[in-house]
Structure formats: structure tokens, C-alpha cells
């Protein structure tokens, strides 16, 4: 595993806070406001009117653009529909699975306009693709600025080292784990960066003893490390320390871990979220509240960010619904049932309220004991078939590869 030094310094002042101008002021006036909250957990009515006017907003621009998407809505008036007059009123919008987009590209957004594709799965298998302008780039990666800002994990006086639990980049590589771990590393100066899947020819390798490696080198330098991406490889760069006789490290208490992408492919060696941070204490001296998992997708670019007590919270920028997986009705808090996520900061691809394939319960923003309002979600699961592979899944091959 190759550790380098990085090539260009971050600036202390970083670009994700900046203002960020929607495609037409007059069209996205609401969504505008919408975006610029830096509260990331704010609620009242002020922010729920506010949401249901970006809503609205984001709603009539891809019916306006959107061969497809005005299809999708006029079928929705013609069932006595109406623009959402409350924020609840999300959960009566027009559903979209996000396995729509695995074979259909479908935009709001003419091809000059587009500033990213990412794709969503691995080296083989289906593919999400997502086309992104400029503002809903920015938007992915300011939202999650704001989140990890109000955790204090943006430190941008502070050099890092890194080692990226995700894919090494290339030429060809558009992944949007990818894209997100990498995006991560601005938010506090790259001192060091390696990466957990080395690109090798037109695969990548999952390096357990390159990992090992450069945590002993990272424990010798007194700075603090930052540990990203898929929590699977983690585990199992733990667990070949073990084996390898390797005493445990005392990496700076200011350390930070944060993964995501779960244990989708693997879960016949998944442990609990509880016994994975134990060991990270345990074995590299990071203290549990420097250790939060994630949730994200590339169809629903939202930051949701585990709090103090590891609970994902939904951001000011969201709403979320639990769908029975019958009747696809929304269920009250604590029933289970496919997430359904509504976020108007897309206005490239008509993804605002996109239907995902993990099975959740929701839960009162009081019943975490953090002190933040907002609603919070436990995953309990995923359906889909082989065919519809994330990039969690294409990971997961790697380790079996590797442990064989």
C-alpha cells in the first residue's frame, strides 16, 4: 500500500460553506433558503413551510423539464392531487424506486449543464446512473459540510492522516462512494492519504496488510487519523491485527471514524455496530464518540450522520417515511417498512421522493436522548436480488476473495 503525502494543502477556508446560487432564483427562490439553513437539525413551522415550498418548486421545475417525470405528475393531478400545502404532506407525492434509475437515464437538464455523473454499484452488475449540475453537486457536498460542521468533525486548521476504506481512484472510476470519501478528505487537511482497495489493472484488491501497515505508520506520527468508507473492511483489518500478534495502537483522541455502506453482501460475518466500535476503542484507542456510521445513496445524496448516541437523524433538507411493503402506505413511528426519502435539492435528475430498497422504522427525534428533534431511523435490512448489487455488495466480494 502506497502512503503518500498530498500534492496541494487545503486552504483553512473551505468551499463547502460558501454560497451556493440555485440554477434560476425565480424559479427556486424557496429552495434556495432551503439550502442555505446552516442548522442542519433545525424544526418548527417556519422550516416545515419552508420545506413544502421547495417542494413545491423542485416538483413543477421537473414536470416542467422532464418528458418523464411530467408524465409521472400529470397521472398524479389527474388522481386528485395537489402541491403539498404542509411538509407531512411529502408522503403524497408520486413514488419513484430507485431501481428505475439502474435502467433508465433519466434528467431535467440538458447534457452541457451536467458538472458530475456517478454511478451507484460496483465493478459489475446494475448501475444507477445519476447526472448532477452544479448546484446539486454542491448541494451533496455542503449539506454534508453542515452535518459534519454541527458534529465539530470539519477542522480545518487540523492535518490529517487518512486511510479510505473505499475504492482507489481512476480514469474510469465513477463511483459515488468514491466520490464521497474523497470529497470527505476537504474537510480537514490531507497529510497522508491511503486507500483500503488498490487499483490493480482494471479491478481493485482489498489490501489487509497495506492497511495494517499504515496504521503502524500512522500511529508513530503525532497526528490524529481519520478512518473512512465501508465499515466491513474496518472490521476485518481488526481482525488480521489480531492474528498478526499486533499489540493494540494509541492513535490520537481526536481521531475520527466514518463509514458507510453498511454490511449489504456480507452478512454472514456482520457484527454489531456495538462490538465493531468496541474493538476500534479497543484496538486503535478511538473513543466511541469518534466513531459514527452513515447512510447515503446515489440516488438520495442527503447526509444522514449518526449523533452522539449512534442514531441516523434526518437533516433539515429531508423527510422520511416508512412504507408498508404490501401496500406501500406510510406507517406510523416504529413499524417497519421500505424508506421513502423526499429532498428537493436534486435539479438534474426528478429524484425528490425516490423509493429505496432498505427495509427501516422510524422513531420520535425524543426517543434518542441526544437532544435533536428531528426524527431518526434504525435499518433493519434490505430486499432486492442479485441482480440489483450496491456498492457494499461488490466490496463484500473483494473480502471473500481475500480471505479464501
Not at 496504521?215 to 478512518?227: F, G, I, M, N, S
Request: glycine fraction near 8%; aromatic fraction near 10%; charge should be negative.
Amino acid at each position: 500500500m502506497t502512503v503518500s503525502p498530498t500534492e496541494d494543502a487545503r486552504p483553512a477556508h473551505l468551499k463547502y460553506f460558501d454560497p451556493l446560487p440555485v440554477p434560476d432564483a425565480a424559479a427556486l427562490g424557496q429552495l434556495q433558503r432551503l439550502g442555505d439553513l446552516r442548522d442542519p437539525y433545525a424544526t418548527g413551522p417556519a422550516v416545515d413551510e419552508l420545506f413544502a415550498a421547495a417542494v413545491n418548486e423542485v416538483t413543477a421545475w421537473h414536470a416542467e423539464r422532464s418528458p418523464f417525470y411530467g408524465r409521472v405528475w400529470q397521472d398524479h393531478l389527474r388522481r386528485g392531487a395537489t402541491a403539498l400545502r404542509t411538509a407531512d404532506d411529502a408522503a403524497n407525492l408520486p413514488l419513484i424506486h430507485a431501481n428505475f434509475f439502474k435502467s433508465h437515464e433519466v434528467t431535467s437538464i440538458p447534457p452541457e449543464d451536467v458538472a458530475a455523473h456517478l454511478t451507484s454499484s460496483g465493478t459489475s452488475g446494475q448501475k444507477s446512473q445519476m447526472f448532477f449540475d452544479q448546484w446539486s453537486i454542491g448541494s451533496v457536498m455542503r449539506m454534508a459540510a453542515f452535518v459534519l460542521d454541527h458534529y465539530g468533525f470539519v477542522t480545518p486548521d487540523q492535518p490529517n492522516n487518512y486511510l479510505l476504506y473505499s475504492y482507489e481512484p481512476t480514469d474510469r472510476l465513477q463511483l459515488g462512494t468514491a466520490f464521497t470519501d474523497n470529497f470527505l478528505c476537504d474537510l480537514a487537511p490531507v497529510n497522508r492519504r491511503a486507500y483500503a482497495l488498490r487499483a490493480v489493472g482494471d479491478e481493485h484488491v482489498f489490501d489487509a496488510f497495506g492497511c495494517v501497515d499504515t496504521l503502524l505508520r500512522y500511529a508513530e506520527e503525532d497526528l490524529p487519523v481519520r478512518l473512512l468508507g465501508f465499515p466491513s473492511f474496518l472490521w476485518f483489518t481488526l481482525e488480521r491485527m489480531r492474528a498478526m500478534g499486533v499489540p493494540p495502537l494509541t492513535l490520537r483522541a481526536d481521531s475520527f471514524v466514518y463509514l458507510g455502506g453498511g454490511w449489504k453482501g456480507h452478512t454472514g460475518r456482520q457484527i454489531s455496530k456495538r462490538e465493531l466500535y468496541d474493538r476500534v476503542e479497543e484496538q486503535l484507542g478511538i473513543p466511541h464518540h469518534r466513531v459514527r456510521d452513515s447512510y447515503g445513496a446515489v440516488e438520495h445524496g442527503v447526509t444522514y450522520a449518526e449523533c452522539a448516541r449512534h442514531n441516523l437523524h434526518a437533516p433539515v433538507w429531508s423527510r422520511l417515511f416508512a412504507r408498508d411493503v404490501r401496500t406501500l402506505r406510510a406507517l406510523p413511528y416504529g413499524e417497519q417498512g421500505y424508506l421513502h426519502c423526499v429532498a428537493p435539492f436534486m435539479t438534474s435528475v426528478p429524484v425528490h421522493s425516490v423509493l429505496m430498497g432498505d427495509l427501516v422504522s422510524l422513531h420520535p427525534g425524543e426517543e434518542c436522548g441526544c437532544g435533536l428533534a428531528t426524527p431518526w431511523f434504525e435499518i433493519h435490512g434490505r430486499a432486492g436480488t442479485s441482480t440489483n448489487r450496491s456498492c457494499a455488495v461488490a466490496a463484500a466480494e473483494l473480502l471473500s476473495k481475500e480471505a479464501s
